[in-house]
């Protein structure tokens, strides 16, 4: 068997919560407050509760083929070749997602912090530490991630209170003034971060109790809800929704305007720490599943041999698949949610559908041989 470690029900959560959460914060005020204005948060508490649909899917399959994951009863469902075709597609999503994920990494830093830095070093710094941790395996990303995830709640928490002293709760009314199409419109984006619940299914059948698998990923995205919400929302009553969606970062500059006394300020390295341990998180569980996946779809005993392979096409693609910032928001807001549906939704649907006419088929034909 290509890993051999396993985590703790909690401990899955955890990964799944960094998963769902550290990349989303950066971007997401400011598109959501573009597409549903005051009524944002709204779209933010909706889009992320969509989680929950792909969630219990993947652990209602897992139950059904224990001990394997997603890559793994493709093959079950679906027949060997299909099988095939199809656990393949989802390890080009994990490996395309990571480059986007390294590439949102980069143009932050290079963005908000060093102008003056090349855009590859950043990207390959960030993919060389996840290759590491790939290396070592899932107990290893997990045991980071214990004390990684206690600094981003930690220092979301105390930036956010901090700011309350500047909200203005005018910002949010008349609620829903438009109607519910402006919040559809912007739960799109936060839908598709909470889709990201998908890499639940490769990380399940290496829980130290796969049965509580759905607890974890219903309390990750319990708290993926809190706290993107609490963030959108401080966000938005500091800046109204105007602002909010004029902003190509937001959390960045929300971060200056907190002056407690002329004493506690300059919060913006605490902002970069934080985000940039929870993205080497998500991007090292990304960089697994796809590690994983790929050795057992070709039935390698082992995936190390690939994490190099791997990390420079995830390191290419990255510094080509955009042109710059803008043309990377453009994606995450208009193309992105659409494409992450197909793997969040619409191919775990798919076999779920096919499993359950398998299901029944066998059964038709049992009845009819003890008849």
């Excluded at 889009?47 to 897992?62: D, E, K, R």
Aim: hydrophobic share 55%; with cysteine.
């Amino acid at each position: 068997m290509p890993e051999k470690g396993k985590i703790s029900p909690r401990q899955a959560g955890e990964l799944m919560f960094i998963t769902t959460t550290s990349a989303a914060i950066l971007l997401m005020p400011a598109i959501t407050a573009e597409a549903a204005g005051r009524d944002a948060w709204l779209s933010v508490m909706a889009g992320t509760m969509s989680g929950f649909v792909p969630l219990a899917i993947i652990t209602w399959l897992s139950s059904r083929h224990p001990g394997r994951t997603l890559f793994q009863y493709c093959e079950d469902i679906l027949g060997r070749i299909p099988g095939k075709a199809v656990a393949l597609s989802f390890v080009w999503f994990f490996l395309h997602v990571n480059a986007i994920i390294v590439r949102q990494f980069g143009d932050f830093l290079a963005t908000a912090f060093l102008p003056e830095t090349p855009l590859s070093v950043f990207n390959f710094s960030l993919v060389l530490l996840a290759a590491l941790a790939t290396h070592y395996g899932l107990e290893t990303i997990a045991r980071a991630n214990e004390f990684i995830i206690l600094l981003v709640v930690s220092s979301l928490l105390t930036i956010v209170t901090l700011s309350v002293v500047h909200w203005d709760p005018r910002t949010f009314f008349p609620i829903m003034a438009e109607g519910a199409g402006p919040v559809f419109r912007g739960a799109l984006l936060p839908a598709y971060f909470s889709g990201q619940i998908i890499t639940l299914a490769v990380i399940l059948p290496y829980l130290t109790r796969p049965g509580q698998g759905v607890f974890s990923g219903a309390a990750a995205l319990l708290g993926t809800v809190i706290i993107l919400t609490t963030g959108v929302i401080a966000v938005q009553a500091v800046f109204g929704p105007e602002f909010t969606a004029a902003m190509r970062f937001p959390i960045h500059l929300f971060v200056r305007t907190i002056n407690i006394g002329d004493v506690l300020t300059r919060f913006e390295p605490l902002v970069m720490v934080t985000w940039v341990a929870g993205v080497f998180v998500k991007a090292s569980v990304f960089y697994y599943c796809a590690a994983l996946g790929l050795a057992q779809v070709f039935g390698l005993g082992e995936y190390r041999p690939l994490v190099l392979s791997l990390g420079v096409i995830i390191a290419a693609f990255s510094i080509t698949l955009f042109a710059d910032v803008t043309e990377l928001t453009f994606f995450l807001a208009r193309v992105g949610p659409f494409y992450g549906y197909l793997y969040s939704l619409g191919l775990p649907l798919l076999l779920l559908a096919v499993s359950l006419i398998r299901g029944l088929l066998a059964g038709r034909q049992e009845e009819k041989q003890d008849g």
